[in-house]
């Protein structure tokens, strides 16, 4: 099955950019996600990138996708203590019920 | 428009006891994802239902079960509890089987 790894810790210091990565095993995940989780909460969807694109931008976020190393990345521009969180990323592939696998979560912590 | 809903949001019971844990879905979603999320580890997908029927499995024991209704609302019922089945459980709802989940805020499980 497919497995997804992500670094646990990330500190950063209020308004530099943050890149939390994730690698991924399964090359046929369709769609790769990332969410965000703060405490005690349910997980609140960012953004997502189709396996056939390199790079989506949102706003602050962008998403690169390294399909020969099964990479997969987020940058948060001009982060803010709002960003401190979890954040998931998660692969869904082409079958088991559109399950989403996800990894086990990068702590981005926001320092002033 | 009315998010994802799950009722209760916090449950204590003990060690063989049988809990009914309740989602509601967001408007105009039929498909329905069942997460369990052990402290400090990502979700696992337990099952979703699409359009009242079981759409895909991960790998949890028969105790663990789920309903959807026609008006799409889910229920995961775990008999026999274990202490390891204290996690947060998160329901997902989508627009289709194959469309991006949408997270309630879970329901945090203790089993004493």
């Known amino acids: 099955g497919e497995d997804v790894e992500q670094s646990l810790f990330l500190s950063v210091r209020e308004g530099d950019s943050s890149v939390i990565n994730c690698t991924y095993t399964d090359s046929s995940s369709t769609y790769l996600y990332w969410y965000k989780q703060e405490p005690g909460a349910g997980l609140q969807l960012l953004t997502y990138i189709f396996s056939n694109m390199d790079m989506k931008q949102d706003q602050r976020l962008t998403v690169l996708l390294n399909k020969k190393d099964k990479h997969l990345s987020l940058r948060i521009a001009d982060t803010q203590t709002g960003d401190s969180a979890i954040y998931f990323c998660?692969?869904?592939?082409?079958?088991?019920?559109?399950?989403?696998?996800f990894g086990t979560g990068t702590q981005l912590k926001v320092e002033l | 428009e009315t998010g994802v809903t799950q009722s209760p949001t916090h449950l204590i019971k003990t060690r063989g006891q049988q809990v009914t844990l309740r989602c509601s879905s967001q408007s105009g979603h039929n498909t329905v994802s069942w997460y369990q999320q052990a402290l400090g580890q990502g979700p696992q997908f337990i099952f979703q239902?699409?359009?009242?029927?079981?759409?895909g499995r991960g790998n949890f024991p028969p105790r663990f079960s789920g309903l959807q209704f026609p008006n799409y609302s889910s229920e995961l019922n775990v008999n026999a509890l274990e202490l390891d089945d204290s996690a947060l459980y998160l329901c997902?709802?989508?627009?289709?089987?194959?469309?991006?989940?949408?997270f309630g805020p879970g329901t945090r499980l203790t089993v004493l």
């Open positions: 997902a709802s989508s627009p289709g089987a194959t469309n991006e989940q949408f």
């Open positions: 998660a692969g869904r592939g082409t079958g088991g019920g559109n399950k989403l696998t």
């Open positions: 239902y699409y359009r009242e029927e079981e759409n």
